[in-house]
């Protein structure tokens, strides 16, 4: 490096990468919209990404960010009950069975960010985990009952169901031997 000026530029340059990687650009189109070889643009993620990591300021506001995000899925999952609670005055299956397939996503979304986080260690992740799977099979046999208490909405129950379940869900017919 034969001037002072390069390491500026440098830093600059990594700001720029950074930036646009933190934008959701990935480092391929990076390498190629700045003209740099993609081991460069490797170069600076992981650089930032270990300042980031020792940084006790960065870390604080990924707490922050991580909090107000856990707090927000509370406020959407409390509202979303009280959908599915108007939704069953309604008799509105649909919005009832929507309803509770978005809660269940919402939670494994939140488990996910914690996981990721590394706030969740193995254990409390087992337990998140195991407690999401009861919910979702009480969520799972609620639906399945209204699927056979409502024969209308019955075929929209399955075919939801199944997205959730993985499973083709079976059609019980009335007064047929199973």
């Not at 609620?142 to 869900?169: D, F, H, N």
């Amino acid at each position: 490096m034969s001037s002072a000026l390069e390491p500026v530029d440098y830093y600059e340059q990594q700001n720029t990468v950074v930036s646009m990687r933190l934008k959701g650009t990935q480092p391929r189109a990076i390498a190629k919209a700045m003209g740099l070889k993609l081991v460069e643009v490797e170069k600076h993620i992981d650089e930032w990404q270990n300042v980031a990591k020792n940084s006790k300021h960065i870390q604080e506001r990924a707490g922050e960010a991580l909090t107000a995000t856990d707090q927000h899925y509370d406020l959407i999952i409390s509202k979303l009950w009280e959908t599915v609670e108007q939704a069953e005055m309604m008799d509105d299956l649909k919005v009832k069975n929507t309803s509770l397939k978005m809660i269940a996503d919402i939670e494994k979304s939140r488990i996910e960010m914690l996981q990721k986080s590394g706030l969740l260690d193995n254990q409390q992740l087992a337990d998140q985990v195991l407690e999401a799977e009861r919910k979702q099979e009480i969520l799972v046999k609620i639906l399945r009952q209204l699927a056979q208490e409502y024969p209308e909405a019955a075929q929209y129950v399955r075919k939801e169901l199944s997205k959730v379940t993985g499973q083709a869900e079976s059609t019980v017919v009335p007064g047929v031997p199973n």
